[in-house]
């Protein structure tokens, strides 16, 4: 079994800055590439950043220039940096990943989520 674990998450004042990380954790062979989304209420499930195993990352424009994401191999972590933040970042942030468990194929899993909310 895997599992995806998101903390990091709170209230924070415009401006100011948060840091996620997500453990992956089971019977994990090998994990692919990994994701932030993030979802507020009555909207879609939105992607924020993503990392291939390589280091290669993607983001969403909303974010690009404020937000940073990395991971950390060896300890199967992911990480997302969030800098100068506003109200509209504010949503529930889920940790995504591609993951090879031992004795499956490769799978989409996702983290229980963790919220942010920033305050003007």
């Known amino acids: 079994q895997v599992r995806l674990v998101e903390s990091g998450g709170g209230l924070v004042q415009a401006g100011g800055s948060l840091r996620l990380s997500c453990a992956a954790s089971?019977?994990?062979?090998?994990?692919?590439?990994m994701g932030w989304y993030r979802q507020t209420h009555g909207r879609q499930r939105e992607l924020v950043a993503t990392?291939?195993?390589?280091?290669?990352?993607n983001y969403a424009a909303a974010v690009k220039g404020r937000f940073t994401i990395s991971r950390n191999n060896a300890n199967n972590m992911t990480y997302l940096h969030m800098y100068n933040l506003t109200p509209e970042d504010t949503a529930v942030y889920y940790c995504?990943?591609?993951?090879?468990?031992?004795?499956?194929?490769?799978?989409?899993?996702w983290g229980q989520g963790t919220p942010v909310t920033v305050s003007s």
């Open positions: 995504n990943a591609d993951v090879l468990a031992y004795g499956s194929t490769w799978k989409d899993y």
């Open positions: 990392i291939t195993p390589g280091g290669n990352t």
């Open positions: 089971g019977s994990i062979f090998s994990l692919g590439g």
